[in-house]
């Protein structure tokens, strides 16, 4: 049964700073790995997705890593602005469904 | 969000009535899935369908929830005699062709408070 853990449950920055964000999953047999963004009342928005015969995924001032064998996922922020301020959600990904970890919920401040 | 639409966004019901949430997936997108939020918890899949299919309900609790994807018309999450546990954000997606190397398309969420 995969599981997916994500370190830590929250996090505050200084604006410009780098960060990273940490997921662990259980289930090495992954189909892909997604990041999502979810914004306080809202639904959740696509960031990365990496397929499992992939080791990264890059989309501006965000890249995503994955490493399959030791169950790992991360995600890299680069000169975060408080516009990134949001809940950042990471999902494994079988053939028929997600299991999301419970998130981190960043705070940029200016 | 990429044109999942759900609705109602916010739904208020009594303990003991019935909610129904709709939503309609982007357009050619032939798969959907449901997955409800608890306050405080990760999103836990509940549901996976395509037309007229059930696919997947194993996160479905047994009793009084159910849901259909019929050829025409929205999907539809339907929670009979609800109770204050039921309380929780409930997400539908979408994806083209299942979850294999596709992005999945989440709608805004539908918000049900049951008092």
């Known amino acids: 049964k995969q599981e997916v853990t994500q370190i830590p449950a929250a996090l505050s920055v200084p604006e410009g700073e780098n960060l990273v964000l940490n997921c662990s999953f259980t289930d090495s047999a992954i189909y892909n790995l997604q990041w999502f963004r979810q914004d306080p009342g809202k639904g959740l928005t696509s960031l990365l997705l990496i397929q499992s015969s992939q080791r990264e995924q890059t989309s501006g001032r965000l890249n995503a890593s994955l490493d399959k064998s030791s169950g790992r996922s991360t995600l890299y922020i680069a000169a975060s602005q408080p516009g990134d301020s949001a809940t950042y959600l990471c999902?494994?990904?079988?053939?028929?469904?997600?299991?999301f970890g419970k998130g981190t919920k960043l705070t940029v401040n200016p | 969000n990429a044109g999942v639409m759900q609705n109602p966004r916010h739904l208020v019901r009594r303990r003991g009535q019935e909610a129904r949430l709709r939503c309609s997936p982007v357009?050619?997108?032939?798969?959907v899935y449901w997955y409800r939020q608890l306050p405080e918890e990760g999103l836990k899949f509940m549901v996976y369908l395509q037309k007229e299919n059930i696919i997947d309900e194993s996160g479905m609790p047994k009793e009084r929830f159910s849901a259909e994807f019929p050829k025409e018309g929205p999907s539809i999450l339907r929670i009979q005699q609800v109770v204050r546990g039921d309380s929780a954000a409930y997400f539908c997606?979408?994806?083209?062709?299942?979850?294999?190397?596709?992005?999945?398309?989440f709608g805004e969420g539908s918000w049900l408070t049951v008092v």
């Open positions: 357009k050619g997108h032939s798969h």
């Open positions: 999902a494994g990904g079988g053939s028929e469904k997600l299991v």
């Open positions: 997606a979408s994806s083209p062709d299942g979850l294999s190397g596709n992005t999945i398309y």
